[in-house]
């Protein structure tokens, strides 16, 4: 396993998780109503570990890794491909099918973090962990 696969060692990947609840914050002023009755089990399943695995197979694995394959799309600034921000920008898309529009468009920034941890440490693993930590949170908070 190299050192890049190795990314719960990546002080920057823990920076990654620990900036959640900085996302959770921004939510919270957009004066959502939280849910008031329990979700089943099932539901909360989906939303914490089954979309978060699909999603990260579907647009980091799938759609950003192929925008990769273009150089135009390797330009970086501030260590966030093109790449990523495009793939990011379609997974924000995806979410206006749930979500109302702030929110969705919301969804950029930890899909940003999430195509950041994937093309860091080259594994799923890494975006798919932290993805899983960031609906957790909103869950806990708005579910």
């Known amino acids: ?26 939510l919270t002023q957009l004066d ?11 539901t909360l399943l989906q939303i914490v570990i089954v979309s ?25 600034w501030l260590q966030i491909s093109l790449a990523n921000v495009l793939a990011s920008s379609v997974f924000a898309a995806m979410h206006l099918l749930n979500q109302p529009p702030l929110w969705a468009a919301l969804v950029i920034l930890p899909s940003l973090v999430f195509g950041w941890a994937w093309e860091r440490h080259q594994t799923l693993l890494s975006p798919i962990a932290l993805h899983i930590l960031y609906n957790a949170g909103f869950i806990w908070l708005f579910g």
């Open 52 to 76: 978060p695995v699909l999603e990260e197979i579907v647009f980091r694995g799938g759609l950003q890794a192929w925008l990769l394959t273009r150089i135009s799309m390797r330009h970086t």
């Open 32 to 42: 959502v109503p939280l849910r008031q009755t329990a979700l089943p089990l099932m």
């Open 1 to 26: 396993m190299t050192r890049k696969h190795r990314f719960w060692l990546d002080r920057y990947f823990w920076l990654a998780a620990v900036a959640a609840p900085l996302c959770w914050l921004l």
